[in-house]
Nanobody, 114 residues
Framework: QVQLVESGGGLVQPGGSLRLSCVAS????????MGWYRQAPGKQRESVAA???????NYADSVKGRFTVSRDNAKNTLYLQMNSLKPEDTAVYYC????????WGQGTQVTVSS
């Protein structure tokens, strides 16, 4: 089973930027569509962005124009570039194979606050 490790979170001021990374184990990372998700305190986990194995991307309306998902299949790594961050982006961010309901990593905390 593919295992995932997220990193890159932190505390940032409103309007700032962060780049999240997700490193996957296994040799078939490039075959899978991948997604970034987030869960804020007291809320359900929600989809943020997705990228197909061929690089086609899709975004939640709340992050369109601010977040960019990308992947480097040679490095088994998924990225999420987050710009113009807002306090409502505060959450634990996770990556996973699109549609997979198990195998979640530990996530990485993003806090947007002045």
């Amino acid at each position: 089973q593919v295992q995932l490790v997220e990193s890159g979170g932190g505390l940032v001021q409103p309007g700032g930027s962060l780049r999240l990374s997700c490193v996957a184990s296994g040799s078939r990372f490039g075959d899978y569509p991948m997604g970034w998700y987030r869960q804020a305190p007291g809320k359900q986990r929600e989809s943020v962005a997705a990228i197909s194995s061929g690089g086609v991307t899709n975004y939640a309306d709340s992050v369109k124009g601010r977040f960019t998902v990308s992947r480097d299949n040679a490095k088994n790594t998924l990225y999420l570039q987050m710009n113009s961050l807002k306090p409502e982006d505060t959450a634990v961010y996770y990556c996973n194979i699109l549609g997979r309901r198990s195998g979640w990593g530990q996530g990485t905390q993003v806090t947007v606050s002045s």
